[in-house]
């Protein structure tokens, strides 16, 4: 899955997109890469960023899905949203295939969900956390309940997401991706997103735009504990990264 971001305030600069011309070259170079997805964005969650309006994410995403739909029209397309009415709007006139919503979802959004045939991106993304492990399991049967008592098809619509970098603490990232393979008991496909992350820059002290190696490692390492996505900016090296594990993963 690659990222598109129609933002000015993302927190890699690499992944920003300003105009349709480059818009189309870079969507285009991630497909030849191997890219299956391609996640659109127009509203950063990078700390401390300055969340725009509905009116402004709508207006962002507009002209990217527009461009998209255009020039690459079967392509799967992934909102990153958490705003309901954005998530039905971009469904409804732009046939997004995934809403990506990194906040856990509300009541109103899975009503959106259940209506509709687009998958969804259910992330643990708690402000506080103390036992990793636990209270991302704990998170994830509560709000596959909830989500179940919505109307959502859950075991066809929902992917999981551990939230890699929201509200975890440098060690409680690693401690998730260490038992990351728990989350195959729901039975669900997993996806992360670990791309240019603090995780990786701050724990090496180097910054986002040298961390593709680093990247590169984390990446490898989710998908030897289960990961069924990752969500990139750098798709070629991600779509290397995939093509070992599975080879080795088929001899052994």
């Known amino acids: 899955m690659g990222i598109i971001n129609v933002t000015p305030d993302s927190f890699?600069?690499?992944?920003?997109?300003?105009?349709?011309t480059v818009l189309k070259e870079r969507v285009r170079q991630m497909i030849s890469q191997g890219a299956d997805?391609?996640?659109i964005g127009g509203c950063s969650t990078r700390p401390g960023s300055l969340q725009p309006s509905e009116q402004e994410e709508m207006k962002r995403l507009e002209w990217g899905l527009a461009t998209i739909r255009e020039f690459f029209p079967d392509v799967i397309v992934s909102v990153d949203t958490y705003r309901p009415r954005i998530a039905e709007w971009c469904i409804r006139e732009w046939r997004a295939d995934i809403i990506n919503d990194v906040y856990g979802g509300c009541r109103e959004m899975y009503d959106v969900v259940a209506s509709s045939c687009a998958q969804y991106v259910l992330t643990w993304a708690e402000d506080i956390?103390?036992?990793?492990?636990?209270?991302?399991?704990?998170?994830?049967?509560?709000?596959?309940?909830?989500?179940?008592?919505?109307?959502?098809d859950v075991k066809k619509k929902v992917i999981l997401d551990p939230g890699y970098g929201f509200g975890k603490t440098l060690v409680q990232n690693y401690t998730v991706l260490a038992h990351q393979s728990q989350l195959k008991e729901f039975g669900l496909p997993i996806l992360v997103g670990l791309s240019r992350k603090s995780m990786a820059?701050?724990?090496?002290?180097?910054?986002?735009?040298?961390?593709?190696?680093?990247t590169v490692s984390l990446n490898t390492l989710s998908l030897m504990e289960g990961a069924d996505?990752?969500?990139?900016?750098?798709?070629?090296?991600?779509?290397?990264?995939?093509?070992?594990?599975?080879?080795?993963?088929?001899?052994r």
């Not at 890699?12 to 349709?20: E, I, L, P, T, Y």
């Not at 002290?205 to 190696?213: H, M, V, Y």
């Not at 996505?229 to 798709?235: A, E, I, K, Q, T």
């Open 12 to 20: 890699w600069s690499g992944s920003r997109v300003k105009d349709k």
């Open 37 to 39: 997805a391609i996640d």
């Open 129 to 152: 956390i103390r036992d990793p492990i636990e209270e991302m399991k704990s998170f994830f049967t509560d709000s596959l309940q909830k989500m179940d008592m919505a109307g959502v």
């Open 201 to 214: 820059w701050k724990l090496l002290g180097i910054t986002p735009d040298e961390a593709l190696p680093a």
């Open 229 to 251: 996505w990752l969500r990139v900016h750098d798709v070629m090296e991600a779509a290397q990264a995939i093509m070992i594990i599975q080879t080795l993963n088929n001899n």
